[in-house]
């Protein structure tokens, strides 16, 4: 059993919907990362949040600290947010990523 | 300000050689971290360094080595490279530790 694990692994959505991706962890965290990565490999750093929620323009982060689970929610959704979303946990001296959610959006 | 820069962008070697990959840091990070990620895989930790010094690895072997330095940029080394070390090597620089990383674009390295 991977220590972060996301889900779903993969997801398709028409423009405009709703979108939910978890993230549930076994190992004790200070914070946790969003990530986005786009085909050929750039990588973003969406949010770090250590509780509560976090807002930015379309995307919303949540985390549960004590049911060790975090989403990140996209509203009203765009081909443009199509890639990869990734999260990570600092565990002791390593950061420990999620195995991804691939995110496709048609318009 | 800039952002993280890596070099170069492609690499080719072949196995048994010896690489070095680079990275500059935006400026005031003292945090720089290195990751490898396979084709179709998600990233892997491979070390952290804080203000030259190693702060944090992950599961890689000692032939994978860094240097940080007093600009904050930083190199990764491989050595006896082996045909499973094609990957995209990602550099982050933070403020510190494991806040907000900025991640650069990246240098593939394929092996032969």
Known sequence: KNEVEQ???????????FITINCSYS?????????????????????MLSSGKKKHGRLIA??????????????ASHPRDSAVYICAVPAEDKLIFGTGTRLQVFP | ETGVTQSPTHLIKTRGQQVTLRCSSQSGHNTVSWYQQALGQGPQFIFQYYREEENGRGNFPPR???????????????????L???????????????ETQYFGPGTRLLVL
Do not use: M, R
């Open chain 2, 84 to 98: 499973d070390d094609s990957a995209l090597y990602l550099c982050a620089s933070s403020l510190k530790g494991w």
């Open chain 2, 64 to 82: 994978f080595s860094g240097l940080q330095f007093p600009n904050y940029s930083s190199e990764l080394n491989v050595n006896a490279l082996e």
């Open chain 1, 27 to 47: 190992v004790g965290i200070s914070a946790l990362h969003w990530l986005q990565q786009h085909p050929g490999g750039g990588i973003v750093s969406l949010f």
């Open chain 1, 7 to 17: 889900s779903p692994q993969n997801l398709t959505a028409q423009e405009g919907e």
């Open chain 1, 62 to 75: 949540t985390i549960n600290i004590q049911e060790k689970h975090s989403s990140l929610h996209i509203t």
